[in-house]
């Protein structure tokens, strides 16, 4: 179907169904474009996670594997 022959259809339709195809046209183009990803801030977690002092220290019952 070409663009003139589109236009001569929406032409002809009455102006409730103009609005109604143009807003199905808009939600094509919309299902048309890439979505865009959001990001997230940083700093989220901030303050949340705590490393203890002793995270290096050997685990008590595992001194066979080392």
Do not use: C, H, W
Request: aromatic fraction near 10%; charge should be positive.
């Amino acid at each position: 179907m070409t663009n003139a022959q589109l236009y001569k259809d929406l032409s002809s339709l009455p102006d409730s169904l103009k609005q109604e195809a143009g807003d199905f046209i808009a939600f094509l183009k919309q299902k048309v474009q890439p979505k865009k990803e959001k990001k997230r801030p940083l700093g989220l977690a901030k303050g949340k996670i705590v490393i203890k002092d002793n995270f290096d220290d050997p685990i008590p019952g595992f001194e066979a594997y080392q």
